[in-house]
T-cell receptor, first 115, second 109 residues
Framework: GAGVSQSPRYKVTKRGQDVALRCDPI?????LYWYRQALGQGPEFLTY????????KSGLPNDRFSAERPEGSISTLTIQRTEQRDSAMYRC?????????????FGEGSRLTVL | QKEVEQDPGPLSVPEGAIVSLNCTYS??????FMWYRQYSRKGPELLMY????GNKEDGRFTAQVDKSSKYISLFIRDSQPSDSATYLC?????????FGTGTSLTVIP
C-alpha cells in the first residue's frame, strides 16, 4: 500500500478484555516495529521484526503483550487481560531494510482506551 | 537516566526566525540519528537522518551530530508557520531506536 495502515484507529474496551491491533506495512518493507506513545511523550519501543522473525521483544512491558508477523507482512499486537494503564496510542512503523537504519515510516496509530 | 533527553518546550518563535532544537544522549554506541516531525493527531514523519557524526543539510533544515559530546541539534532557517509541529529526536544502534519526548514548536505569522 501507499503507507503504513493500522486498524482499528480507535478501540475502547473494558478492563480484562483482550484486544488485537493490526498493522499493514508498506509493501516490500522488511522490518516492522511496534511503539507505544503516551500523550506528550515520544514513542516507546515495544518490539520489532525482520520478515517474520521477531528480532527483539525486550520493550514489551509484560507477558500480557505479544506480537506476531506470521507471513512477514501484516503484524498483530495482542494485549491480553487489558488494564487501564495499557491505554495509549500504539504505533506501527516499517523500514525498507533489515537491521534497521532508523528510517521508519509510521502509521496513523491505534488509540486504545481501557475503561 | 533516560537514554535520550529532549527539552519539551513549548517553543514559540516569529516567522522567519532561526530555530534550534537539541537532544542529549547517554549511550556512546548510538550510530543512527534522526529527527522526526509530528503534526497534531498524526504519526511521526522522518525529517532528517544522519549516520555517525557530522552535519547534514536539506533545504532550510540542518542536522548536526557531535558524538564526543553526545549532543545532536536540528536547525530550521527562515521558519514558517507550516513548521509548527512537535519535533522528535531519535537515535539507536540499528536494533532499537530511542525517541526523545519531543519539542513543541509554534511559528507565529
Amino acid at each position: 500500500g501507499a503507507g503504513v495502515s493500522q486498524s482499528p484507529r480507535y478501540k475502547v474496551t473494558k478492563r480484562g478484555q483482550d484486544v488485537a491491533l493490526r498493522c499493514d506495512p508498506i509493501s516490500g518493507h522488511v522490518s516492522l516495529y511496534w511503539y507505544r506513545q503516551a500523550l506528550g511523550q515520544g514513542p516507546e519501543f515495544l518490539t520489532y521484526f525482520n520478515y517474520e522473525a521477531q528480532q527483539d521483544k525486550s520493550g514489551l512491558p509484560n507477558d500480557r503483550f505479544s506480537a506476531e508477523r506470521p507471513e512477514g507482512s501484516i503484524s498483530t499486537l495482542t494485549i491480553q487481560r487489558t488494564e487501564q494503564r495499557d491505554s495509549a496510542m500504539y504505533r506501527c512503523a516499517s523500514s525498507r531494510g533489515q537491521g534497521g537504519t532508523g528510517e521508519l515510516f509510521f502509521g496513523e496509530g491505534s488509540r486504545l482506551t481501557v475503561l | 537516566q533516560k537514554e535520550v533527553e529532549q527539552d519539551p518546550g513549548p517553543l514559540s518563535v516569529p516567522e522567519g526566525a532561526i530555530v534550534s532544537l537539541n537532544c542529549t544522549y547517554s549511550n556512546s554506541a548510538f550510530q543512527y540519528f534522526m529527527w522526526y516531525r509530528q503534526y497534531s493527531r498524526k504519526g511521526p514523519e522522518l525529517l532528517m537522518y544522519t549516520y555517525s557524526s557530522g552535519n547534514k543539510e536539506d533545504g532550510r533544515f540542518t542536522a548536526q551530530v557531535d558524538k564526543s559530546s553526545k549532543y545532536i541539534s536540528l536547525f530550521i532557517r527562515d521558519s514558517q508557520p507550516s513548521d509548527s509541529a512537535t519535533y522528535l529526536c531519535a537515535m539507536g544502534t540499528g536494533n532499537q531506536f530511542y525517541f526523545g519526548t519531543g519539542t513543541s514548536l509554534t511559528v507565529i505569522p
